[in-house]
Structures are given as structure tokens and as C-alpha cells.
């Protein structure tokens, strides 16, 4: 009886970074450079990896997907924020912030295994070398990438699940830039012990054992490298793992500590930190890590610019 008397929200209110003008008018701008740099960046690693066939091999077919998977994860918020940095009234539909938490759900978890699958790759090519290719042929690698999206989309199909079967009465302000489900749960007037379990639960067990499958292979990884006797073939193995071990630690660190951390030790500016680090800077980050840090990738670009100013 006490629900019907209740008003049904149908909007949330984001309350962003900062209420001040001129800070939102510094963090629109600073966000639509990142977020053109991730638009770019990432682009171009994707025509680089397809133009330049010394790249066509499974190292660099993850590579491509995994920038495909960044474009679309940095999507998902960054437009809507920069968008209500513009406006006065930055307002989101229930509807619409269940469908962004489902997304980002479906992308992160996809990105996490993906970076699984690129380290039982470096696994199968330090420690099998002359296996490699069978190991690592195209139906495999196509598998491994169709798996990684599978997982991702049943991880967002659990959570917005159950996230639909909450009301909402009030009040119907986000303490966020975004919408993420840790937040919208403290909006809640029903009881969301099933949703904190879940999403504990799915957290736990798909982020920790994607981090274990990781773990596992470099463990083996960095076992092989130790017995290899030239101080030159140690460092051309483990050169090719560095940059992907840097976006490991960069997507892991911050976005498991977010959706594990007790709610005692929960705060707006510490969650908003970590959720500009893995949503918005780690999609940046990682085609610039990966040009910098891999040789290969850096002289393909190299290649590539050459092209242009031949053409000029």
C-alpha cells in the first residue's frame, strides 16, 4: 500500500563534477580532447594492424578488437557528459541509465577478457614457439574474441536484469558524471540485496578469474624469459608483453577496487576518480601505450605517415 502512494521517478538528475560554469566549461573542453584522442588513436591503430600485413598475426587481431571495444566503451559516457556539461538540466531516463549501465557492463567485461586472451597469446608465443600458429590460428583467435563478447553480454544481462525489477520513488539525483549501478542502487526504494549480490558475485568471479588466467600466464611467461641466456632475446620477449601488462594494470586496478571496494569505504570524489581512470582515460591510454611501447606498431605507423607525405 505504501508503494502506490509513492511518485514513480522516471528521470535521474546527474549532478556531474562540479556545479561552477567555468570548471564545467574547462572539463567539457578537457574531456573532448580525450575524448578525441581515443577517437583518433584508436582508429588509427585499427588501420594500421589492417594496411600493414606484418601485423596480420593473433597479437595484433586482439589488438584491433580491443581498440574496437575502446571506441565503444569510451561512447558509451563520454558523449552523454560532455552533453550535459552543456546543458543546465543533465537529466537521463531511468530506461537510459539502465541501457548505459548494460553497455558498460558488456564492454568492460568484454575488454577484460580480451586482455586475457592477448596474454595467453604472448603465452603461446614465448613459451610454444613452435606451436604458435596452430595454437593460435584464426578459428582460435576468433573464439576467443566471440567468447570474450559473450561473457561480456551475459555479465550486463544479469545485472540490468534485476535492476529492472527496482522502483524508484525518490530522490532521483546521481552523485556521478554517469550512470553507474553501485550509485543508482542507493536510489532505490525497494530492497537491492539480490543486485549487490549479483553484481559482488559476477564481479568476483569473472574479474578474478579473467586477473587469474593473466596471472597464470605470466607466471609461465616470465619463468621462460628467465631461462633464456642472451640479455638481447630477454629483452625482445619481454618488450612485447610490457605494453599489454601497463593497460592490464590500468583497467584492473581501479575498476575492480570500484566494484568490490565496501560501501564504508565509498566516497563521490574517490568513485568519480576511478571511474575517469577506467571509463574515460584507460580507452585514451592504451592505443598511446601501445604506440610508444611496441616497436612493431611504432614502425607501422612510422610506414604509414611516410605513405602520406609521399603522397603530399
Avoid at 613452435?130 to 584464426?138: E, Q, V
Wanted: net charge neutral; proline share 3%; with cysteine.
Amino acid at each position: 500500500m505504501k508503494m502506490k502512494n509513492q511518485t514513480t521517478v522516471t528521470e535521474f538528475i546527474l549532478l556531474g563534477l562540479s556545479s561552477d560554469p567555468q570548471m564545467q566549461i574547462f572539463l567539457l573542453l578537457v574531456f573532448l580532447v580525450i575524448y578525441l584522442i581515443t577517437l583518433a588513436g584508436n582508429i588509427v591503430i585499427m588501420v594500421v594492424i589492417r594496411a600493414d600485413y606484418h601485423l596480420h598475426i593473433p597479437m595484433y587481431f586482439f589488438l584491433f578488437h580491443l581498440s574496437f571495444v575502446d571506441i565503444c566503451y569510451s561512447s558509451v559516457t563520454v558523449p552523454n557528459t560532455l552533453m550535459n556539461l552543456l546543458t543546465e538540466h543533465k537529466t537521463i531516463s531511468v530506461n537510459g541509465c539502465i541501457t548505459q549501465i548494460f553497455f558498460f557492463f558488456l564492454l568492460v567485461v568484454t575488454e577484460a577478457f580480451i586482455l586475457s586472451a592477448m596474454a595467453y597469446d604472448r603465452y603461446a608465443a614465448i613459451c610454444d614457439p613452435l606451436c604458435y600458429m596452430d595454437t593460435m590460428s584464426t578459428r582460435i583467435c576468433v573464439q576467443l574474441v566471440g567468447g570474450a563478447w559473450a561473457i561480456g553480454f551475459f555479465q550486463a544481462l544479469l545485472n540490468t536484469v534485476f535492476t529492472f525489477k527496482l522502483h524508484f520513488c525518490g530522490p532521483n539525483q546521481i552523485s556521478h558524471f554517469s550512470c553507474e549501478l553501485p550509485p543508482l542502487l542507493q536510489l532505490s526504494c525497494t530492497d537491492t540485496l539480490t543486485n549487490q549480490v549479483v553484481l559482488l558475485t559476477s564481479a568476483v568471479i569473472l574479474g578474478s578469474s579473467s586477473f587469474l588466467f593473466i596471472l597464470i600466464s605470466y607466471i609461465h611467461i616470465i619463468s621462460t624469459i628467465l631461462r633464456i641466456r642472451s640479455a638481447e632475446g630477454k629483452h625482445k620477449a619481454f618488450s612485447t608483453c610490457s605494453s599489454h601488462l601497463i593497460v592490464v594494470g590500468l583497467l584492473y586496478l581501479t575498476a575492480f577496487f570500484q566494484y568490490t571496494k565496501p560501501s564504508s569505504v565509498s566516497s563521490v570524489v574517490l568513485d568519480e576518480m576511478f571511474s575517469i581512470q577506467y571509463s574515460i582515460l584507460t580507452p585514451m591510454l592504451n592505443p598511446i601505450i601501445y604506440s610508444l611501447i611496441n616497436k612493431e606498431v611504432k614502425t607501422a605507423i612510422g610506414k604509414m605517415l611516410g605513405k602520406f607525405k609521399f603522397l603530399r
